[in-house]
């Protein structure tokens, strides 16, 4: 249940719940709210208030919010968060690219790069050019390392979240344990957080497009098919962190095409952006990787659609298990085989509502991602949100 | 997000972090604790520790648990929670018959009582009937309806956990939306939750055999096939209460048998009780139900254990994704036919173990239940206390 990968050996700060720390997060639902109203959610003293609020706007967290003038005579001030306060640098690391951007901590992006950087150049290679990429886009948004909440980071594989390193990633040679949270600390302060590039995406979704939305599933189909699941509110990692994978579920109609997991029959071995390319080729088009298939959907070919509609079809039949299991009312379809068009996910649509139980279909919406190619550089920021200020941490950056 | 079933109306009681309530939460763990501790732990000044002690210990929520004489001079007094503070009403019902139980606080049965009720004979006379066995039984106990903290009932069929309404359950004609914590409010005070039978079945085994563990799958096969999920520490609903419907999830293997729902080849179709029954009925065997079915399988016939052996691995097959998909660290298998013996387990080890990947397996548990037919009783009663000492409803007893 730890919660805390990276900076699970940093010293305990406070959680007192008089602390100022503690405060701070009934700011974090956005209202903005007078001494009075701190008063009276705590029952704590009005000096006790007022030094901790004394202390938030000192370290620039919360800021004044205008005046309410609603109880006559002189106006208590209001306070709110202040999203300026600090920085994040976020980090999504994809087989053949990586995003990256600073943000505030309202997940506004204030600059951002994207750019080539192969994984299999090794961890060492790729984390000094994302610190040294990290440090140009501080000096763009007029930031300083010493401003950075922590630094998140998603990555293509599984990872030991209590720890933050790769598990066995299969695309990532020379990751597997490498202590990435240490080695990024050359570079920058602060904790630092890692996690999958599919939990990634589900968490800056969600911050984004869904925030009241307690039970969501995030789907991204491109050369693998991987999930990342908020119930309850939360990111669920499972025991090992290895919650979430689609990819090796079998399909339920029996198929028998060989995955490189060893099994047949895998979700990633029929639908997956390869997988419909080679069916494509099969059918005699010159669709050498899933850029050329995508093209080929996009400019309407017949077979082509039938293809992409069927793999759409294959991924639903398994998320109709996935939705009796989970109950989500919103299931987000991302990556890049999603971009394929409308068939694609009237595939999914058709088969989760045909095979699911009506009374967990009955409000379940299947959309296509709102924030893209940006999901997982906004959820690596929303990691490090969602850490950093809790009530401990808050008391650790005022300290 | 809401968890307050059945009370979700009742008038906001205080959550102030200096109240009685909050103290009352640093007691949970079971640890005893001096004033200093508890002023450790809060920054509280010590009167306020002290009038919060007193007013716990007025209600008797805590009580003394002997001295500490380690600080030398005058021993400070050692408090812990006292579990006979208040009881529990615990109800599990079935389709033909129902366990019902008074416990203390900590899950332990004080009077308990099985007996024959069709859940067909609808909510009016069920409930009635449940409420004169519960009155009985807190006499029994020694017990009064003003000590009830609150009443846990499980049923067989979806709940909407909100509102504690069955939504449409097949085996429970004339409850579909029955206000059940309204009737049994004319017969008891405080809380009433309701949840289906498997989510109480995994809230019982996790509260008496797996306190620590964060990720858990309860599976419940008998008549139907179901699961409870906790994960990370919380029993998951998912949106529409619907959670943990494995019966209908479709298997792997492309089968064809119709299933009750319309669709075919569900994991209830194939590996159920009735199911068992079918197949060995099919090759010639006098089994009429599944009771038959078991007492066949327990005689060591060789046919039969492979039909069970089969319905394990057609279990386990769903499983499987479900390992993938969830990464809990034990899976507990209960309810009837789970009573066959080794044979079904093992056959679900085998599908789980070639299907499900390495990093999800390689400390995961698949175990009998230790809570056997005590499982939903027990997880009525931990319905109960996880959500009446809440902070609020703890204030709320005080106030």
Redesign the interface.
């Known amino acids: ?1 730890d919660e805390q990968n990276a900076v699970a050996s940093a010293p305990s700060g ?1 959680t ?4 100022a720390g ?1 405060l701070f997060q009934l700011f974090r639902d956005g209202t903005p709210r007078t001494r009075s109203d701190l008063t009276a ?4 003293a009005r000096s006790t208030i007022s030094a901790r609020v004394e202390e938030l706007l000192n370290a620039a967290l919360i800021r004044p919010a205008g005046e309410n003038s609603s109880t006559g005579g002189r106006p208590p001030s209001t306070f709110t968060v202040n999203p300026e306060a600090r920085s994040v640098l976020a980090v999504d690391l994809g087989g053949t690219h990586a995003r990256i951007a600073v943000t505030d901590l309202a997940t506004r992006v204030l600059s951002e790069r994207q750019q080539e950087l192969d994984i299999t150049k090794g961890p060492v290679a790729v984390l000094d050019a994302v610190g040294r990429i990290g440090l140009e886009l501080l000096q763009e948004a007029g930031r300083s390392p010493e401003d950075l909440l922590g630094v998140g980071v998603g990555v293509p594989g ?1 990872v030991e979240f209590a720890t933050g390193r790769p ?2 990633p299969p695309i990532m040679p020379g990751w597997d344990h490498f202590d990435i949270p240490g080695h990024l600390r050359r570079w920058f302060p602060g904790p630092i957080l890692v996690d999958n590039d599919v939990n990634a995406m589900a968490l800056g979704e969600h911050a984004v497009a869904y925030p009241q939305v ?2 969501m599933m995030f789907v991204k189909v491109a050369t693998g098919i991987g ?1 990342g ?1 908020i ?4 990111l ?11 990819g ?7 198929d028998a095409t060989p995955c490189t ?1 060893g ?1 047949s ?1 895998c979700l990633e071995a029929v639908a997956s952006g390869p997988a419909i390319a080679a069916q494509l080729r099969e059918r005699g088009f010159d669709v050498p990787n899933h850029a050329a298939m995508l093209e080929l959907v996009r400019s309407g070919d017949l077979e082509a659609l039938r293809t992409v509609r069927q793999a759409g079809r294959q991924v639903g ?2 998320l ?3 939705v ?6 919103v299931i987000v379809i991302g990556g890049v085989v999603s971009t394929a068009g409308e068939h694609f996910l009237a595939g999914i649509r058709e088969a989760v509502y ?7 279909t ?3 919406r299947i959309v296509a991602s709102q924030t893209t190619a940006r999901a997982g550089v906004l959820g690596a920021s929303a990691l490090v949100t969602g850490h950093g200020l809790s009530v401990e941490n808050v008391n650790r950056l005022i300290g």
């Open positions: 249940m406070n007192l719940p008089n602390s503690a959610m705590t029952g704590f599984p598990m066995s307690a039970n999930s699941i119930s309850d509110g939360r669920q990692h499972g025991a090992q962190g290895a919650a979430g994978d689609l090796h579920i079998a399909t339920p109609d029996g997991c099994n029959g039949s398994v109709a298990g996935c009796n299991l989970l109950n989500p009312s045909s095979r699911s139980l009506p009374l967990a009955q409000h379940l």
